[in-house]
């Protein structure tokens, strides 16, 4: 015998980090969807959007600065080099700085424009008034989780 779903009670309903989660979840496909055509995934675009901002850092830099270990690094970074979107550079000691080539310029770009069309349409239901309120809740809540 079937229950109807209006009858069933959710007790995941009233849990920050289940609404995170599916939002989460959510969000990334829409952009998946955006930057199919461009064929990179959210990580990739994600990446170049970064080095597109901070030209010359390093891999250790990307590390600090987006959380991430360096073997999830480093096959984006690779990915990246094959399409001819990054030039490596030299940099200080073993360090080697990493800048848009100008297929990256243009690549970077086109990226720029699918999140730019993500954000519209991820927070077309934020009034602009709340947007910064919420956008320093959401940096609150990730400071929480990761120093709890």
Do not use: W
């Not at 209006?6 to 995941?12: F, N, R």
């Not at 994600?46 to 999830?72: K, V, W, Y």
């Amino acid at each position: 015998m079937s229950v109807s779903l209006s009858a069933l009670s959710d007790p995941l309903d009233n849990l920050l980090s289940y609404h995170l989660r599916r939002t989460t979840t959510a969000a990334t496909t829409a952009l998946a969807n955006m930057l199919q055509h461009l064929e990179l995934n959210v990580s990739e675009a994600t990446l170049l959007l970064f080095l597109g901002a901070n030209q010359g850092c390093t891999q250790s830099d990307i590390g600090r600065a987006l959380r991430a270990q360096p073997a999830n690094l480093v096959p984006l970074i690779n990915k990246l080099v094959l399409l001819g979107a990054l030039d490596k550079q030299p940099g200080k000691g073993r360090a080697i700085a990493l800048s848009l080539s100008d297929e990256g310029q243009q690549l970077h770009a086109k990226v720029q424009q699918a999140f730019t069309r993500h954000e519209e349409v991820i927070g077309r239901s934020i009034p602009p008034e709340r947007r910064d309120e919420i956008m320093a809740l959401l940096r609150q809540v990730c400071r929480d989780a990761c120093h709890p």
